[in-house]
């Protein structure tokens, strides 16, 4: 029996990328279906074949993670093709605890009525269209929609966070909002995470504060839907709180989180560290730091000694 594994976070389906199955790629994601009074999704559609001939339909259950690269199903590709039904046809779905007693794959439908929202569907204000979705993020664990990327404009092209519970009213056509041109436009800017990244190490390097630093220490940053993680060495705290503050200006973050360590900060942790130790009691060593390397300077009675105070 074969079980599904999801994230406990959120699936990010972006339109127009690949999907794989668990021996291969199986075509492109080309839309949504979902109940529409509730916005939950409840499967996908997806073109597959030479030049995106056929069309798939399949439940968010074989879903197992979906990011802004790719979506990935726990079928092969010989299962994925089974799916070529209409959505008003039952589906082999995965065994879970949403149906308790089922021994093996059991038959079930897509909730009535079943809504394609399909790739650049328009968003519409109360007072005008917004602009067109693109993406999509899902809540993994109640299949409802979190938030809505609306991308407008023609030429300079930006993307905003619509809140799920914005919205009013989806039709294969249309996506209505609860809300006005001027509200949406005071919404948070969305990015996608490789973007994200590549602007907060752009904002490091042409800071001239921050560039020397950049150049030699071990600093990086990863980004997962919006929350830049800052890891590495800085030299100093001013220097940290600086590369902090350089992420948290970059458009599209929504949170940052930090994990650098500064030289100021390590000399202290590690004269703590040695504070309870009765050979470091004893022997009171310089302590430095550099780009998160400890030096250690005094002098020791003989070569073990040494080698004692280096494992502390």
Known sequence: MRTCERSSE???FRFGVGVEGVDGPVGTLSGLLLDPHIRQVVGLGIRSGLLGSHRLWVPLEVVTSATEGEVRLDRTMEEVREYRQPPEKPFRMCTSPLHP???DWTTAMFPAPSLHLPDAVRVVALDGTAGRVRRVLVDAASRVIREVIVESGFFSRESRRLPGTWVRRISGTALE???TLAALAFLPLFRGDQEIRA???DAWFHDD???PMFLRA???VQVRQGVAML???AWSGSGRRRLEARARAVPGVLEVRSAIVSDDDLPHAVASSLADDPLGQELRPRIRSSLGVISLEGQTPDTATR???QRM
Do not use: M
Request: without cysteine; glycine residues 8%.
């Open 10 to 12: 959120s699936f990010e």
């Open 101 to 103: 007693g089922s021994t």
């Open 177 to 179: 909002v609860e809300a």
């Open 199 to 201: 602007a907060i190490l």
């Open 209 to 211: 504060v921050l560039r």
């Open 218 to 220: 071990p600093l990086d």
């Open 231 to 233: 890891e590495g060495h």
């Open 307 to 309: 080698a004692n105070s």
